[in-house]
């Protein structure tokens, strides 16, 4: 990122403003950007304030709109949308709550099914092999240990996947 000559608080405004019109963005990376671009602390703080104040930067906002698109376009379990909300500067607390509030149980679980639905059996390899794959790729996506295996036996009636198959 590009640092600025000019650290005042208009100067770190018209940033941020320039930053908000590519995406809405957390108030953890509004302040991680500002920063990056040299703005002291304090005008950083006066900027993210005049935003919140304005309406321009609400994080509970920014959490719900991006985990729905996020869900909408690349489904994934519970623990990895967590994740990337908490990556994002949510705070954990309300990264919890948009999780619990847009990913039901049953929307998980049609989720990894729809997953599980696409993901291809390579030619020549064995069932064991394939569910192992599976298994780990819906792991991988955020699934929790009991929806994959219930997945799993949906797929293949009863079959054992213990967390060592998994690679955890």
Same mark, same amino acid.
């Given at each position: 990122?590009?640092? @600025?000559?000019?650290?005042?608080?208009?100067?770190?405004?018209?940033?941020?403003?320039?930053? /908000? @019109? $590519? $995406? +809405?963005? *957390?108030?953890?990376?509004?302040?991680?950007?500002?920063?990056?671009?040299?703005?002291?602390?304090?005008?950083? &703080? &006066? @900027?993210?304030?005049?935003?919140?104040?304005?309406?321009?930067?609400? !994080?509970?906002?920014?959490?719900?709109?991006?985990?729905?698109?996020?869900?909408? @376009?690349?489904? =994934?379990?519970? #623990?990895?949308?967590?994740?990337?909300?908490?990556?994002?500067?949510?705070?954990? &607390? %309300?990264?919890?709550?948009? =999780? *619990?509030? /847009?990913? *039901?149980?049953?929307?998980?679980?049609? &989720?990894?099914?729809? /997953?599980?639905?696409?993901?291809?059996?390579?030619?020549?390899?064995?069932?064991?092999?394939?569910? #192992?794959? %599976?298994? $780990?790729?819906?792991? +991988?996506?955020?699934?929790?240990?009991?929806? =994959?295996? +219930?997945?799993?036996?949906?797929?293949?009636?009863?079959?054992?996947?213990?967390? !060592?198959? /998994?690679?955890?």
């Amino acid at each position: 990122m590009r640092k @600025t000559d000019n650290p005042s608080a208009g100067a770190a405004w018209e940033c941020a403003l320039r930053i /908000l @019109t $590519r $995406r +809405q963005q *957390s108030e953890q990376e509004i302040r991680w950007k500002l920063q990056a671009r040299g703005f002291p602390g304090e005008v950083v &703080a &006066a @900027t993210i304030k005049r935003l919140q104040d304005a309406g321009l930067l609400d !994080d509970a906002r920014f959490a719900r709109d991006w985990a729905a698109y996020r869900l909408a @376009t690349h489904p =994934v379990g519970r #623990r990895r949308l967590r994740r990337e909300l908490q990556e994002h500067g949510v705070a954990p &607390a %309300l990264a919890e709550g948009v =999780v *619990s509030d /847009l990913l *039901s149980p049953e929307a998980e679980l049609a &989720a990894a099914r729809e /997953l599980a639905g696409k993901y291809h059996r390579r030619p020549g390899e064995s069932a064991d092999h394939y569910y #192992r794959r %599976l298994a $780990r790729f819906l792991w +991988q996506r955020g699934f929790n240990g009991h929806i =994959v295996r +219930q997945v799993l036996e949906e797929l293949a009636g009863h079959i054992h996947i213990d967390s !060592d198959d /998994l690679n955890l």
